[in-house]
């Protein structure tokens, strides 16, 4: 069973910075593509961010390139979420979510719980 926790959220003024991360216990960690996602109040959940399994290729939403900026540790089962130069807009709850079937994946096999991001103005 794979199992994805997020952490690092919490309250930031605008143009701060927060890194998340999303610790995986999977113990083939290195063969699992990761995806941070978002989801404000009232809104449908957003793709984010997403890494390879060997973190040789990463992808952006539009609006998020240039300030987020994704990594891997794979000896840490680990996937970083830098976020830098936050907005108001950026707040929601952030998921990381785990797949091992293509890349870039077209669906995500595992979810995490989510991490709280609130960015005040």
């Known amino acids: 069973q794979v199992h994805l926790v997020e952490s690092g959220g919490g309250l930031v003024q605008a143009g701060g910075s927060l890194r998340l991360s999303c610790a995986a216990s999977i113990l083939t960690f290195g063969t699992y593509a990761i995806g941070w996602f978002r989801q404000a109040p009232g809104k449908e959940r957003e793709f984010v961010a997403a890494i390879s399994w060997s973190g040789g290729s990463v992808y952006y939403a539009d609006s998020m390139e240039g300030r987020f900026t994704i990594s891997r540790d794979n000896a840490k089962n680990t996937v970083y979420l830098q976020m830098d130069s936050l907005k108001p807009e950026d707040t929601a709850v952030y998921y990381c979510?785990?797949?091992?079937?293509?890349?870039?994946?077209?669906?995500?096999?595992?979810w995490g719980q989510g991490t709280q991001v609130t960015v005040s103005s």
């Open positions: 979510a785990a797949d091992h079937r293509s890349w870039p994946p077209d669906e995500y096999d595992y």
